[in-house]
T-cell receptor, first 114, second 114 residues
Framework: AAGVIQSPRHLIKEKRETATLKCYPI?????VYWYQQGPGQDPQFLISFYEKMQSDKGSIPDRFSAQQFSDYHSELNMSSLELGDSALYFC?????????????FGPGTRLTVL | AQTVTQSQPEMSVQEAETVTLSCTYD???????LFWYKQPPSRQMILVIR??????QNATENRFSVNFQKAAKSFSLKISDSQLGDAAMYFCAHCTSGTYKYIFGTGTRLKVLA
């Protein structure tokens, strides 16, 4: 079965640089979620999209922005990177927005900021 | 605001034995969903089991079952016949119906002893 695809899987950036993380949801899933998991931490909700519109927002820094495109893939743009942005970034998708159906998680993108 | 608490940072269980992981949550909503996710060393988030708050019957998935006490806002996970492959970080998560985000607990690391 198809799963959520995230790219790249690993990313190394310098402080103050910009990073773009991509997420391709499972086919026919129209809702995408982004989470940040710091070292030894639980995943923290950043933002979600349903039908290309932002549906909910969590603790996402102003330096971060995200969008969902017409093909339902999503991109998380991170600017002015800080050391504290080093984390595992998960994307998840679901077929039934707002009904708290299972979120299918991707493998994550590990971002390291030096 | 919803909160999820996992008071056991680490648990150990002998292979083939039973272990229970605790989770409590706080919410003012009446319609919500609860989940247990497993995160093995690969860091992939894998759904173990889910419970709809409106259902009184406890969810069961093979060796995994929950004890859902709505009035006490408790949602514990029981793993029977523990296997070495069960060793992982386990996260409890809450999602209010109509929203698009999970709130995770801080996790419980489960060790399975041979």
């Amino acid at each position: 079965a198809a799963g959520v695809i995230q790219s790249p899987r690993h990313l190394i950036k310098e402080k103050r640089e910009t990073a773009t993380l991509k997420c391709y949801p499972i086919p026919r899933h129209d809702t995408v979620y982004w989470y940040q998991q710091g070292p030894g931490q639980d995943p923290q909700f950043l933002i979600s999209f349903y039908e290309k519109m932002q549906s909910d927002k969590g603790s996402i820094p102003d330096r971060f922005s995200a969008q969902q495109f017409s093909d339902y893939h999503s991109e998380l743009n991170m600017s002015s990177l800080e050391l504290g942005d080093s984390a595992l970034y998960f994307c998840a998708s679901s077929p039934t927005p707002g009904l708290a159906d299972e979120q299918f998680f991707g493998p994550g993108t590990r971002l390291t900021v030096l | 605001a919803q909160t999820v608490t996992q008071s056991q940072p680490e648990m150990s269980v002998q292979e083939a034995e039973t272990v229970t992981l605790s989770c409590t949550y706080d919410t003012s909503e009446s319609d919500y969903y609860l989940f247990w996710y497993k995160q093995p060393p690969s860091r992939q988030m894998i759904l173990v089991i889910r419970q709809e708050a409106y259902k009184q019957q406890n969810a069961t998935e093979n060796r995994f079952s929950v004890n859902f006490q709505k009035a006490a806002k408790s949602f514990s996970l029981k793993i029977s016949d523990s296997q070495l492959g069960d060793a992982a970080m386990y996260f409890c998560a809450h999602c209010t119906s109509g929203t698009y985000k999970y709130i995770f607990g801080t996790g419980t690391r489960l060790k399975v002893l041979a």
